[in-house]
């Protein structure tokens, strides 16, 4: 592979040799290699950028119509709604987007934990993802809060003042959110200015996660490195084409929930405009929440001198945070599931109970759900303080093949040749 | 495995989502209705009919804050029909150029007018409680069209054993069964101009087919926008499949 193409149109080659931008997209984009065995759970990392800018773009067109003031918030979402042209597809697109947002990462995190992505050298690629997740979840929360219906206001009542169960400071932490003594105009209003402000601070920590990537390049369900060219194929044109294909099913599947049914994600009381008389008898987050909020409402007992409303907050951050360590909770030297006979069936328990955990995040905090509830948080934590450590020391590994391109085609790189030979022929 | 976690990861999104459609308390029956499905459009005749309703039994207390009176052109009307609707109503106007207020009959481009200048006032006028505004109520109800058809069709004396508190009302599907409103709804309570038997259940069919309308204006363009959406991106993921397999195949 040649590092230091040639540019022949002399504009390309003056602007790249004082500012490199096309040395650094064939670099990155064009050369750069990719393991050629990748799956197509390898897409979502490119989906999760798609969406990011479709969301950053229909936010700024709705942010142009839309009143951040108690008194017209709800009714300028209804115009844009009703009156504006094409408002009800930017909003449908934005509101199913978030969704889109977070159903894609989730798929993008649970292979990262299947083919053991988070481990050495990715753990800052890991640890960066982690702070993504934050930032999408607080921008998520603070955009569901600005139609100002029932659910945004009683939403932002609720997880506002979970804050308050912090010693000492809890009451001020909760009045300088609200920027008063209730969820009012001042929250309204500084929730759209950071509603607006996170996703660019998003946006720089998805740049940073893409260097960090380059760095280490992607992973591959053998979790094996690449050795050499053999190993791998340029990320143009092949992976260009491959994410083409997943773009194109993502495109219907958001599509389809767009046009056919736009309110499937959302609860019907956020049409009820908000009301701090009239409280609604189920107050949920949104979907992407249940799992972590349903290990919240787990805690329904003081833990030695902490309270239970404390320990709950302390848990579901605690239930995010421990992804931050996870790559040095999990001792096994051998990264993918694949060739992890034991782990294979850990992680299904575990993706079992995070849905579990988000059935129960749906349901009333009684009965049998909290019980559901309070094993499902135990196993949670389990999982990741008991299991991963000791599995890496019991489980006994199946033999690795001995390089990417033996596992794909039992061995040989002749195609690999060819293809980067084609590669060069490229103008 | 691969189908599997395909599969499973499908799974998680319908049980993660599917609560939220599923309704509390008591089971409201499933009925069909125009404007459901891929292709479903609003019924104009049974839109036209719901307006009539709603303008002779609902508008009294129930305001339409959301519409204009110009929307009605989404039901089939004429220009020259709409303005003579709305002129019906007056409405304030002003300051003109003495520094009045000023009342004129309502044009197209108003809203529909409320029966109520403020809330107290509506709450004075019913007893205490507040004719909630209809313009949203077919999406701001779990169960949507189907709740409202059973809550408008659900209007019984007690049950033995159960005191309705003064002025209100016992219905089967209301949260709590007690409900402000009176039965709205009765056999012949209107006089349809198209000649339709009024049953409640008919009325109850058209008035909430015309507030699904009222719900969402534009579900018809939706739909016909996602049709061509949905056909041009199944042929370009065809050619994008296409593609990747020529670009790919020098590598299989």
Excluded at chain 1, 82 to 96: Q, S
Excluded at chain 2, 87 to 94: F, I, T
Excluded at chain 2, 118 to 136: C, M, V, Y
Excluded at chain 2, 225 to 242: E, R, W
Aim: proline residues 7%.
């Amino acid at each position: 592979m040649n590092t230091a193409p040639q540019w022949k149109n002399p504009v390309i080659r003056w602007v790249d040799e004082r500012l490199p931008v096309f040395t650094y997209m064939d670099h990155e984009y064009g050369q750069f290699p990719m393991p050629k065995n990748l799956n197509y759970f390898w897409n979502f990392g490119a989906l999760a950028s798609i969406i990011l800018v479709t969301m950053i773009v229909t936010g700024i067109v709705l942010a142009m119509q839309y009143t951040p003031h108690v008194d017209y918030a709800f009714n300028s979402v209804e115009r844009i709604m009703r009156d504006v042209n094409y408002g009800w597809l930017v909003r449908y697109i934005h509101m199913n987007g978030g969704s889109m947002f977070f159903i894609v990462v989730y798929i993008h995190m649970f292979r990262g934990l299947y083919y053991g992505s988070y481990k050495a050298p990715r753990e800052l690629l890991w640890i960066l993802g982690v702070v993504i997740l934050l930032l999408m979840m607080a921008t998520a929360f603070m955009g569901y809060v600005l139609p100002w219906g029932q659910m945004s206001y009683w939403g932002a009542t609720v997880i506002t003042n979970l804050f308050s169960a912090i010693p000492l400071v809890g009451n001020w932490i909760v009045t300088l959110l609200w920027g008063g003594f209730a969820v009012d105009n001042a929250t309204l209003n500084r929730f759209f200015a950071l509603h607006y402000l996170m996703p660019f601070v998003l946006f720089a920590v998805v740049a940073l996660h893409v260097v960090a990537l380059h760095m280490t390049k992607s992973s591959n369900p053998d979790g094996i490195e690449m050795k050499g060219p053999q190993d791998s194929v340029p990320f143009h044109p092949y992976f260009t084409a491959k994410d083409a294909v997943g773009t194109g099913f993502f495109l219907l599947f958001f599509a389809f929930f767009v046009f056919f049914a736009p309110n499937f994600f959302g609860e019907p009381d956020n049409y009820i405009e908000a009301n701090p008389l009239v409280t609604p008898a189920h107050i949920v987050p949104e979907w992407y929440f249940l799992p972590f909020y349903a290990i919240l409402r787990s805690i329904t007992f003081d833990v030695l001198f902490i309270p239970a409303k404390l320990m709950g907050v302390i848990l579901m951050f605690g239930s995010i945070m421990i992804l931050f360590i996870l790559p040095w909770l999990d001792t096994a030297k051998v990264r993918s599931a694949k060739y992890r006979p034991i782990y294979k069936y850990v992680f299904w328990i575990f993706f079992i109970d995070c849905i579990a955990l988000g059935w129960v995040g749906s349901q009333p905090p009684e009965g049998a759900a909290l019980i559901i509830g309070q094993l499902g948080t135990f196993y949670y934590f389990i999982h990741f303080l008991v299991v991963m450590p000791v599995l890496g020391k019991i489980e006994t590994p199946l033999p690795l093949p001995a390089s990417i391109a033996e596992s794909v085609t039992g061995g040989g790189g002749g195609a690999s040749a060819g293809a980067a030979a084609a590669k060069m022929e490229k103008p | 495995m691969r189908k599997a976690m395909i599969s499973a990861a499908a799974a998680v999104m319908m049980a993660l989502a599917g609560p939220a459609l599923a309704s509390g308390g008591v089971e409201i029956p499933k009925r069909e209705w125009s404007f459901e499905g891929l292709f479903g459009t609003y019924d104009r005749a049974s839109m036209q009919r719901g307006l009539q309703i709603y303008k002779e039994n609902c508008s009294g207390c129930h305001s339409l804050n959301l519409m204009y009176y110009r929307n009605l052109a989404d039901l089939g009307y004429e220009p020259a029909q709409i303005k003579a609707f709305a002129a019906e109503n007056e409405v304030q106007d002003g300051p003109n150029n003495e520094g009045e207020m000023y009342d004129r009959p309502a044009l197209p481009s108003d809203r529909f007018v409320k029966p109520f200048p403020n809330d107290n006032a509506a709450r004075a006028g019913n007893n205490g409680a507040l004719p909630p505004d209809l313009s949203l109520m077919v999406e701001a109800r779990v169960g949507g069209p189907n709740y409202l058809y059973a809550l408008l069709t659900g209007f019984t004396d007690a049950p033995e054993g159960v005191t309705v508190m003064e002025g209100m009302n016992y219905n089967k599907v209301f949260p709590g069964h007690q409900i402000a409103m009176a039965p709205p709804l009765s056999d012949d309570g209107v006089e349809f101009t198209d000649g339709t038997k009024a049953t409640v259940d008919q009325q109850a069919q058209d008035i909430v087919t015309f507030l699904a309308w009222t719900s969402e204006p534009n579900m018809e363009a939706r739909k016909k926008m996602g049709l061509k959406v949905m056909i041009f991106l199944v042929v370009f993921t065809g050619l994008l499949i296409a593609v990747k397999k020529r670009v790919w195949a020098d590598v299989h």
